[in-house]
Nanobody, 122 residues
Framework: QVQLVESGGGSVQAGESLRLSCAASGRIWRLNNVKWYRQSPGNQRELVARISSAGSSNYVDSVKGRFTISRDNAKNTVYLQMNSLKPEDTAVYYC????????????????WGVGTQVTVSS
C-alpha cells in the first residue's frame, strides 16, 4: 500500500513547539514536491507549507516566521517544525506529495492519510 504517514502531533500550550513528520511508505521511491495541509472542524483543508524537490519552500501568511518545512531525502521524510504555536493552529495536519514509485511510475498525489492532531491551548 502506498501512503504518507503523518506523526508528531500532540497537545501543547500556546508558545510551545512541535515537529511533525511525513514519511513515505510502501512503493514510494521518491517524494517530489511535498505539501502540508491542515483542517480544523467546520473549515476546509488549508495549504500550510510546501517544499519543492530542490528544497525551496513557501508558507501561508499565518505561519510565516513560525513554521519551517524541511526534508531528508535519504529518509524520504519531510518535517514541519512548528514554533510559537497559537490556539488557531489547532487542527489535523496532513501531508501529500507528487511521487515516483519504485516501478518508475509517477503520480501527482497519493491517497490521504489519517493525519496527526495538533491541539494548542491558551
Amino acid at each position: 500500500q502506498v501512503q504518507l504517514v503523518e506523526s508528531g502531533g500532540g497537545s501543547v500550550q500556546a508558545g510551545e513547539s512541535l515537529r511533525l513528520s511525513c514519511a513515505a511508505s510502501g512503493r514510494i521511491w521518491r517524494l517530489n514536491n511535498v505539501k502540508w495541509y491542515r483542517q480544523s472542524p467546520g473549515n476546509q483543508r488549508e495549504l500550510v507549507a510546501r517544499i519543492s524537490s530542490a528544497g525551496s519552500s513557501n508558507y501561508v501568511d499565518s505561519v510565516k516566521g513560525r513554521f519551517t518545512i524541511s526534508r531528508d531525502n535519504a529518509k524520504n521524510t519531510v518535517y514541519l517544525q512548528m514554533n510559537s504555536l497559537k490556539p488557531e493552529d489547532t487542527a489535523v495536519y496532513y501531508c501529500n506529495a507528487d511521487v515516483w514509485y519504485s516501478d518508475g511510475s509517477y503520480y501527482p498525489s497519493v491517497p490521504w492519510g489519517v493525519g496527526t492532531q495538533v491541539t494548542v491551548s491558551s
